[in-house]
């Protein structure tokens, strides 16, 4: 590819995305495709001799732009958010033009004191307490295995990684019963195995972690002549938006000396609203906290915000300086690369400056606030309905409801809820997905997307009345 051929590409995909971005709402959210159809369309290896830019070009739109899921789209009610803000794109279009490698101070000086400048603004929008340290990982799930991994150095006093877990099989972790399912890979990749996670049952509103079976099963792991090692709280879990009382978690973790973790993967992002804050109450307490402005500020993925309280530990655990990664002759830096698993880092802090400054934090509270207030308003309206009900109470935007129409009984409803489901994803207007509690099927909705508008949420509210009523 010449210069010329470069520029002009550039202008025509830029030209390309505005108009994408314009006609999302003409667009089905989720592909009516089944699978092998996109593959089955594609050559089984790779051309021997260049093919034209045109052809390339009129293959993704004829043949993959089809098969996508519109994350973009302002009808996205499914799982979370992953927005891309047209500023952070074009912040991704510099990172991808320097194609810096930011493992090191001196791989990028730039990348590594804006990273830590930036994330720094964005503990202070959320009221985390200055003695929290950032870092960027790639996702809450590598966030959550730093966090384990520390939690195991810490308890076998920093010998796991040199001695192995052969003889150290007893430490347990503990977690919510509604805990997302990266912890359970973070116990599997630390070697600590899934028998030594201890689920904690849930009870209230929010779905919290029971004080009292925490206590006990602590307690009896001590006298089973296990390790307690670490607890991991969850602020806005996956499901319904169980959310732990930190306050009360972090109690029992400084009476314990564990290591307590939160997990705010979608719900931190609204702390940036100080009313929201209730729901992390407690959180100055933890030795480490995530959460991915990926999800619901706007950052383009991958961007999760890792704070830790003591930043030595993390880098005990995962540094390592052969002579080829040392910096000579200079001091008061930090190599990011020590305080995530990868070595390799991206310039996502770029990104992240530059929704920060294009949009203020203002902006970005607005958005947030409506999204909520949208949501519950659609949730108010469900509740209304006589032949639907909600299973959750909304937590910030997400809840669940299912389709109760009058004369079913139990045993019918998950099948019914399940069809209206698939009509609706079928319709192509919105996009939901479903989650079970207690062996009940519900549906769940949130609002997150940066194009969603109110007029957006109340077509929901339309569209699954409708559906359920109406069944195609």
């Not at 006609?23 to 001799?49: C, F, H, K, W």
């Not at 074009?90 to 791989?107: D, F, G, K, S």
């Not at 959310?243 to 109690?251: G, R, S, Y």
């Amino acid at each position: 590819m010449t210069a010329i051929d470069f520029v002009h590409w550039s202008n025509k995909f830029a030209i390309w995305a505005d108009n994408y971005r314009k006609t999302l709402r003409s667009r089905p959210v989720r592909p009516n495709v089944q699978p092998g159809d996109i593959s089955s369309q594609l050559p089984v290896s790779a051309p021997e001799t260049p093919e034209s830019m045109e052809n390339i070009f009129k293959d993704f739109e004829d043949k993959i732009l089809p098969g996508i899921t519109h994350w973009q789209h302002p009808g996205f009610f499914a799982y979370f958010p992953a927005n891309a803000t047209p500023v952070s794109i074009l912040a991704e279009q510099l990172c991808n033009a320097i194609a810096a490698q930011c493992m090191l101070w001196q791989t990028s000086p730039a990348a590594t004191e804006l990273e830590t400048v930036t994330l720094d603004w964005l503990r202070q929008a959320v009221g985390l307490p200055a003695k929290f340290t950032g870092v960027i990982q790639d996702s809450a799930s590598s966030a959550t295995l730093a966090a384990v991994l520390t939690m195991r150095e810490r308890a076998l006093a920093w010998q796991g990684n040199t001695e192995g877990l052969q003889s150290n099989k007893q430490i347990r972790i503990y977690a919510s019963d509604k805990a997302h399912t990266s912890i359970d890979r973070a116990i599997w990749i630390s070697g600590i195995g899934s028998d030594n996670l201890v689920r904690i049952p849930v009870n209230g509103e929010l779905g919290s972690m029971d004080i009292d079976d925490l206590k006990d099963a602590i307690n009896k792991d001590r006298e089973a002549g296990f390790t307690p090692a670490g607890i991991i709280a969850n602020v806005g879990a996956t499901s319904i938006g169980s959310t732990d009382q930190i306050k009360d978690v972090a109690t029992v973790a400084g009476s314990e000396n564990l290591y307590l973790h939160v997990d705010a993967a979608w719900a931190g992002s609204a702390m940036i609203c100080p009313e929201f804050r209730h729901l992390w109450a407690g959180v100055e307490k933890a030795d480490s906290v995530v959460f991915n402005p990926h999800k619901w500020l706007g950052v383009q993925f991958d961007c999760s915000a890792h704070y830790i309280r003591e930043p030595e530990a993390l880098v005990k655990t995962l540094a390592i300086q052969p002579e080829y990664l040392k910096t000579h002759g200079k001091d008061g830096f930090v190599n990011y690369s020590e305080w995530s698993v990868p070595l390799g880092r991206r310039f996502r802090a770029l990104k992240l400056w530059f929704v920060l400054r294009a949009y203020g934090l203002e902006h970005l509270r607005t958005m947030i606030r409506n999204h909520v207030s949208w949501s519950m308003n659609l949730a108010n309206r469900l509740d209304s309905e006589p032949d639907f009900e909600l299973t959750s109470k909304p937590v910030l935007s997400l809840f669940a409801f299912r389709y109760v129409p009058k004369g079913t009984i139990e045993a019918e409803l998950e099948d019914i809820n399940q069809k209206l489901l698939n009509n609706i994803n079928d319709d192509g207007r919105i996009y939901l997905t479903q989650t079970k509690i207690g062996g009940m099927f519900m549906i769940r909705f949130q609002a997150g997307s940066v194009e969603t508008t109110e007029a957006d949420v109340k077509l929901a509210g339309d569209i699954i009345c409708e559906l359920a009523r109406n069944p195609v």
